[in-house]
């Protein structure tokens, strides 16, 4: 058994030495979705990061009220002046009424590994409040 894994070895071995260039690139050619992530992660980016980088955050809602408030002017002709300003507004309030009601991240005390806080038990109203408030 030994003498068959010993020659396996040494053909791999042999394949991988003619592969290789000469110059002091890569060892080995890279598959297409192995080149297309060497090249997003050079370029600081994450594959797919046009689908996954975008989260709806705090300020994004309220850019997107200032955003209507600042067009709705423009979109009087079209008949749509008040509900883009109905709408810049309520998302401006949405956002403010979001960003001071929604729980702070606090840093977690521990001691040896363990936590050291005791956190209360939810009633129901903490529980629907928070799925309410969870972001």
């Not at 423009?74 to 008040?82: D, K, Q, V």
Request: charged share 25%; proline share 7%; glycine share 10%.
């Amino acid at each position: 058994m030994s003498q068959r894994y010993q020659k396996e070895i040494e053909e791999i071995l042999e394949q991988v030495n003619e592969d290789a260039p000469a110059n002091s690139g890569p060892s080995r050619k890279l598959r297409p979705w192995e080149a297309a992530r060497a090249q997003s992660m050079s370029t600081g980016q994450r594959p797919n990061a046009s689908f996954r980088s975008f989260r709806l955050t705090i300020g994004k809602v309220l850019l997107a009220g200032v955003v209507l408030l600042v067009l709705s002017p423009l979109l009087g002709g079209l008949g749509l002046m008040a509900p883009a300003a109905w709408g810049g507004i309520i998302l401006i309030i949405g956002a403010y009424v979001v960003y001071f009601t929604k729980p702070r991240r606090q840093v977690e005390r521990r001691w040896r590994g363990q936590s050291i806080e005791d956190e209360p038990e939810p009633n129901g109203f903490s529980r629907i409040w928070r799925w309410l408030t969870r972001g």
